[in-house]
Each structure stands twice: as C-alpha cells, then as structure tokens.
C-alpha cells in the first residue's frame, strides 16, 4: 500500500489499488460473502467469516488510517460502538478522565453503562484547565478521553500538554482523542502525542447522512490487537455496503471540509456582529478564548459553531420555527446545514446541573455549518433571528 504526500491524492488511492481485484476493478467491490472457502481446514487464504475480516471493510480501514496518519484502523456499527470497543480495553476499578464537556451519548455510555455496570470510575474535567486535570490523575487512572473541540461547547484542549500531564502521571494511561468534530483533514492527533483516535464516521469522514459508522485508529500494536479482538469477540462491525458508502464519500473529504470551513467563517463572523446575539463560539474566531491553541493545533476549522442566542426557551423555539435552510435535526458533518437545541436534544442526556454549570442552557444553539451557498446561509440565519428576537 502506497501512501503520498497530498491528503486529496491519498482520500482518491489509498487501498483502492485495482490490482487487488480480479478484474483491476478501479472501484473497490462489494463483498456481500458472509463466509469463505478454504484450501484446507483452518487455511483461509484472507479471512474465514466476515465478522472477523470482509474486503471492502479491508479497503475503508486502509484509507483512513492513511487520512489520520495511523498504522492501524477498525471500523464499527457507530460511533458508539467503537467508543465502547476501546472503553472496554478498561477492567473494573480502573479510573477514567473524561472532558466535562464531551458527546452527550459518550458521557452517557460512561455514566449509565461503564460505571454502574461494570465497575469503573470516571471523574469529568474541564481539561482546558491546567490546574484541574493534574489534580484529577489517581493511581488507578487508566484512560484519559477528550474532544477537541468539545461538543456543543466548542472548547480547545492542548492535546500536547494533556499527553504530557498524562505521561507524568502514569506512561499507561491511554490518550484518546474523539476527532469527530474536525476530521483527519485539519486535525490529526496522534501527531500531538495521543495514543488512540475516534471518530463517528457518520459525520464528516462519510458526510452525506446516509450511514451510521465508527472508527477507531491506533500506532500501538496492543491496542490493534485489542481492537481486532473487539470486532471478532463483540461483533459491532458495519455492513459491507456501509463501508462501500463511506470510501465512496471519503474522496470529496477534502474538498467538503474546504467548503464547511468557508461558509461557517463567514457565518460565524456575521452572527458575532449580530446585536440578537449573546456569543459566539467559534475557535478559529480571534475571539475564542482557545483561539491560539486551536492554531497552533490544527490547519482549520469544520463546520461546528455554537452561539448564544438572546433570550430563552421560547425565543430559541422561534428560531426553529423559522429556519428554512437550515434542518431542525440531530447529527452534524453531512453536506446538508443543520441547527438543533443541544439542552433537549443531543445533551439532554446530561444531568441537568451539569448543563446548568457547563453553560448548556435553553439559549445555546449549535450549527452544522454544511456545504450550501453562504448566502443563503445568513439570509436563513438573518430572518431565523429577527422572528426569535423581533423588538431589536
């Protein structure tokens, strides 16, 4: 397998080779086998069963870990699924640093699922704050996860120095990044140090909203074999056609992450100067207090913006009312823009005092800033704003 220089020429090539194919298909097959013929017993030429090993699975797992730089990748049924694949590498009364402000479902899994069930402990830390992840490192900590940028928050994590503060404390501790939020294209952490990278390949990697899908990406062979142990053990592999989807929407990545980058720039500078507008929270406005982190991290920024919106429930009810391009939904990173109310929708999940204490209140709005005319963005975002907040 080749690998080059460009991020564009490796989305188009990478384990795409046709030579792999009996008739140098230049488009990867379809393999819908769910088993396989042997020579002899126990002698399969690749793989025995399709929940261990599927060749169209084989061409998605190369390519991206070429797009993040990684030695290995094992793809799941969701993000979810390939969160818990790497939680569960974690024994019971191991301990776990989490990002106070993270993925609903991600703070849910660990606090109605790891926790009680399976016996590990988990403390949620602004790792923005030096002084607070230092002191929250224990003896039993085993795994340190955050998002950069967080969700709905937009917060920036000094990947390096947490890896670092990490490495002091214990070299055991496994650094997982959930990358979901900037896709390979403009930020790839295993390069600042991590250990582990996940996405939700729902979002931006397939970025057409049409296939549920996780991936894990790792340099460590432990953690490989503990993944490839995660797929054939657990079973929450995606489907053959799944994976065919996602290569197939992998090579406009780069184009589609140029064009969310644009649009939500200018969209996000247009509602920083709207006086309906509490706050805008956007790292790669000079005004984000993470701003020079975030530059010094990474080459851009996504679609993802957060903003406060003056008033309350009612007046962000308005708002929903009103859009017309924009799509009242859950879910982010497709092509399509989308708006949702993370405080009933993708947050509701987390206790309410945490989102009081996080700032996740009936006010906050998150866009997904998709791939449409940036015109007709504001346009939708200028009248959205007028029906919530008329008497300005």
Known sequence: MSTF?????????????PEQWEMNQVVPLISLSTTYKQDAPGQPKAHDYSRAGNPTRDVL?????????????????????????????????????????????????????SIPHHGLEASFVDLTKKEEYEKAFKPNTKMLWLESPSNPLLKVVDIQAVVSAARKANPDIVVVVD??????????????????????????????SDVVMGCVMTDREDIKDHLFFQQLAVGAV??????????????????????????????????????????????????????????????????????????GLEESQKFFKAIKVFTLAESLGGYESLAELPSVMTHASVPEEDRAKLGITDNLIRLSVGIEDKEDLIADLENALKAAVPSI
């Open 5 to 17: 220089a460009g991020f564009g020429t490796n989305a188009v090539h990478v384990g795409q080779e």
């Open 238 to 311: 995606p489907s053959p056609f799944d994976c065919f989807l996602v290569n197939r929407g992998i090579k406009t990545l780069h184009l589609r992450m140029k064009a969310h980058y644009e649009n939500a720039l200018a969209v996000a500078q247009y509602l920083e100067k709207n006086e309906r507008v509490d706050k805008v929270l956007y790292p790669a406005l000079p005004s984000h207090p993470h701003h020079e982190v975030h530059k010094k991290q990474t080459k851009g920024m996504s679609g993802m913006i957060s903003f406060y919106l003056k008033g």
């Open 179 to 208: 990358n979901t939020f900037m896709s390979p294209y403009f930020q790839r952490p295993l390069s600042l140090g991590a250990d582990v990278v996940v996405h939700s390949i729902t979002k931006y990697i397939n970025g057409h």
């Open 61 to 113: 797992q190369a390519n991206l870990a070429a797009l993040e730089d990684a030695k290995h990748c094992f793809t799941f049924g969701s993000g979810l699924a390939a969160s818990s694949a790497i939680v569960n590498r974690l024994k019971t009364g191991d301990h776990v640093i989490c990002s106070d402000d993270v993925y609903g479902g991600t703070q849910r899994f660990l606090r109605k699922v």
